[in-house]
DNA sequence: CGCCAGTTTGACCAAGATCAACGCAAGTGG
DNA sequence: CCACTTGCGTTGATCTTGGTCAAACTGGCG
């Protein structure tokens, strides 16, 4: 389902961010309008990168459609996925001056590029600004501490079961997940790897708890034999 | 070395703080001054709670002396340890209604409390005060990122090492670390057992990387050494 | 001195990794 | 249209790392 046949990795702007220079008063006090004003559209197709590993960091997206996954490639290979974003997320906004992870498209996305420099400027106008992504960033940070328990923690069914009830939490609906990444994503998210992954998988449905249709799509059958899990 | 004698857990205050209505002008562009204002010095003895699970959260805090473990018991026993904090290190500052973790003083402790409050009051009189905030956030995210790297993908040596070099990079001296925290601390903050941690760290004297002249003090014999086994 | 708490070491065990094969659906090209 | 390939995903057999259980060691302290 791509439109234009096969750009290797950069894609299409639309709108053009107008620049922040000055905002009519009428903006002055709706930060997440006026974020909308400087942040440029972009679509990504299927397994390319937004951004790779080292790249200059002077940029943050939010996702508008689509799974994006951050990632890091250890030297002998061992890969570590440190997040999937969904529609709505915010990432890469940090303030080092290179990538620490990469971002790459799971299936194709669109996401909205806010620059580094637009968005201080902005702060500097609308201070309140500061503290919304200020606790945007700390909800990231909660985020990543319930992640270092379950990654030191957890055994492997309790891992599994907690991404489920996770990505049931995001869908649309809670009967049935839609799985956009691969069964190597989800090891290497979870610290296992794609063998327990699948292995677990399939006791789950052995028992009854789960459904898997097809390999992109779980259904929750049992989610109190899946709960019973993941609490201990 | 404990002054008063037992005191089971809420301990003795020092300099008032000033209430952050107005401050003089000769203050407002320093944030970190106007910080110092609203906080309150307070001593912790070894081994009791500043603040445990569950309790109110509304307020954060800054290390001044000793060291801080900010950890999670699970119903079934097993442990967490989030993080270490050292003199200069903030730690409980969130915008959640509840402590997620418990933070209690490793050894002697003396800690630095800004009320939410106060700080928000503050926030709004110097605006800057939101970004050197969202700055230390951003920091203490990163941090988690690689620690959830290190929990996810790296081997018992791996974190060993990891451990070892990070608390060399933060000691006074660079030749020999001070661990204050026990073999079982370090065990629960590195995803391992305390059997572990102990065969590995006497591994590593084997070889000769390392001296443990007693449990809490570690010798860096052979930096090199421990920076093989970190990298891979 | 003997106790206690924390640490270290050893023997054994199990969860999950590794290695290998097979299944299955979507291309691809004759 | 049908063999052949290719890229996941799944399953099985075996091995390794680190966990578990148990005992010995150490230093401080009543």
């Given at each position: 389902m791509v439109e234009q046949s096969a750009a290797t990795s950069h894609d299409t702007f639309d709108r053009a961010g107008l620049a922040a220079a000055s905002l009519p008063a009428?903006?002055?006090?709706?930060p997440l309008a006026a974020l909308e004003r400087i942040g440029t559209r972009r679509r990504v197709t299927r397994d390319t990168a937004i951004y790779a590993e080292?790249?200059?960091?002077?940029s943050w997206y939010k996702v508008a459609a689509g799974t994006v996954r951050l990632s890091k490639l250890l030297a002998d290979g061992r890969r570590h996925v440190a997040e999937f974003c969904f529609d709505g997320d915010c990432f890469g906004?940090?303030?080092?001056?290179?990538?620490?992870f990469s971002a790459d498209a799971v299936g194709d996305v669109i996401v909205i590029r806010y620059s580094r420099r637009a968005t201080d400027r902005l702060i500097d106008e609308m201070p309140q600004l500061a503290r919304h992504l200020c606790d945007m960033v700390l909800r990231d940070l909660a985020h990543a501490q319930t992640r270092m328990l379950l990654l030191s923690r957890m055994t492997a069914p309790e891992r599994v079961v907690s991404f489920v009830l996770e990505m049931s939490e995001r869908g649309?609906?809670?009967?049935a997940i839609e799985v956009p990444m691969s069964r190597t994503d989800i090891a290497d998210y979870l610290g296992l790897t794609i063998e327990t992954v699948c292995r677990v998988l399939s006791s789950f449905k052995r028992e009854g708890a789960i459904a898997i249709p097809n390999p992109h799509r779980i259904e929750l059958c049992d989610r109190s034999a899946l709960e019973a899990v993941g609490d201990p």
């Open positions: 009428s903006v002055q006090f709706d080292g790249d200059p960091s002077d906004f940090d303030n080092t001056a290179e990538r620490v649309e609906t809670k009967r």
